[in-house]
T-cell receptor, first 114, second 112 residues
């Protein structure tokens, strides 16, 4: 079974620029999650999708972050404009249903904002 | 506020010894807990989980203990190997949508 695919692996941008991350979940996984992991900390949930609908985006900074999951498969997370404090690893995870069981994480995208 | 935390930031053990990683949680309503292992440049990898109606669960070389009275979770790794070197996170399930709250992580370093 293929894992959760994310791209790019690394990204360096200047503050105030925009950036987008892509995630392809495991086939058949209805639930998709985006996490932000700042260096030295545990992942923090940004947004959770069930198919193509948003279940929880309470911790997503909506003034600059946006995410979509068209057709309930792939997802993109965008930051515009980026700030220095957005430097982090952005992890995508997927699961069969909205349960912690079977969470599978991708390797993440490491973003550096300079 | 509610949080999941770890008592020690780093743990160094001798190869072959047993490791114990501890975690305190504050949300008494949490009903599901997971231990993750994260190696450099990779996403968190599931190790073992436990539900709140259990006190202990064993896997291959790993055991998770849950003490709901003091809201404490521990991960025991038997015969620690160099490949066990990584950052370990405990996470708790909060909310109806199965949101996971992670602790800050502890680094396990295995000495040869």
């Amino acid at each position: 079974e293929a894992g959760v695919a994310q791209s790019p692996r690394y990204k360096i941008i200047e503050k105030r620029q925009s950036v987008a991350f892509w995630c392809n979940p495991i086939s058949g996984h209805a639930t998709l999650y985006w996490y932000q992991q700042i260096l030295g900390q545990g992942p923090k949930l940004l947004i959770q999708f069930q198919n193509n609908g948003v279940v929880d985006d309470s911790q997503l900074p909506k003034d600059r972050f946006s995410a979509e999951r068209l057709k309930g498969v792939d997802s993109t997370l965008k930051i515009q404009p980026a700030k220095l404090e957005d430097s982090a690893v952005y992890l995508c995870a997927s699961s069969y249903q909205p349960l912690p069981d079977g969470y599978t994480f991708g390797s993440g995208t490491r973003l550096t904002v300079v | 506020g509610e949080s999941v935390g770890l008592h020690l930031p780093t743990l160094s053990v001798q190869e072959g010894d047993n490791s114990i990683i501890n975690c305190a949680y504050s949300n008494s309503a949490s009903d599901y807990f997971i231990w993750y292992k994260q190696e450099s440049g990779k996403g968190p990898q599931f190790i073992i989980d436990i539900r709140s109606n259990m006190d202990k669960r064993q896997g291959q070389r790993v055991t998770v203990l849950l003490n709901k009275t003091v809201k404490h979770l521990s991960l025991q790794i038997a015969a620690t190997q160099p490949g066990d070197s990584a950052v370990y996170f405990c996470a708790e399930n909060t909310g109806a949508n199965s949101k996971l709250t992670f602790g800050k992580g502890i680094t396990l370093s295995v000495r040869p």
